[in-house]
């Protein structure tokens, strides 16, 4: 009976401590420019383009469990959906989508990105981008083009 309290006991020990572990790692990505964050994309940038996408800006959530969501301040395009993975400590590789609308309102074209990214620091990514823009009816390549996007994270104020 002694026996399976210490041990009953130890178990919850150990997982208070787990708790209270991921319980500062999350509030550290959200708050402040922890080490731990210079190997995270988790979380939300708000980004700037150049090259094919000179003077867009646009805001990107990155997920755990490798998917993210890009919406920009252009309606141009519908908000980009995409799957991204580990590549490196701090590289990653994405795969992304989003309507192309035309002069209507109406999603006449599709942009497929793909990208490697780099954390630079706790607060800084940088994004290389490989677009291609098809049209829906018959599948045509439209253009192509290269891009470099620079990303601040977002953090909460205290």
């Excluded at 980004?47 to 469990?65: A, V």
């Excluded at 799957?83 to 490196?88: D, F, L, Q």
């Excluded at 291609?132 to 601040?152: H, I, K, W, Y």
Aim: aromatic share 8%; glycine share 8%.
């Amino acid at each position: 009976m002694h026996k399976s309290r210490s041990v009953m006991h130890r178990c919850s020990l150990l997982t208070a401590t787990a708790a209270l572990v991921l319980a500062a790692v999350g509030s550290a990505q959200a708050t402040d420019t922890s080490p731990l964050l210079s190997t995270q994309l988790v979380g939300s940038w708000l980004c700037g383009g150049t090259g094919g996408l000179d003077g867009f800006r646009f805001l990107t959530t990155f997920n755990q469990g490798g998917t993210f969501t890009v919406s920009f301040s252009d309606k141009v395009f519908s908000d980009t959906h995409g799957v991204w993975k580990r590549t490196g400590l701090t590289t990653f590789a994405s795969t992304d989508q989003a309507f192309m609308y035309d002069v209507n309102g109406t999603a006449d074209r599709i942009q497929t990105v793909d990208a490697t990214y780099k954390i630079m620091s706790s607060t800084a990514l940088r994004i290389d981008i490989n677009g291609v823009v098809n049209r829906f009816s018959d599948g045509a390549e439209l253009m192509r083009f290269p891009a470099v996007v620079n990303c601040t994270r977002m953090l909460i104020k205290k």
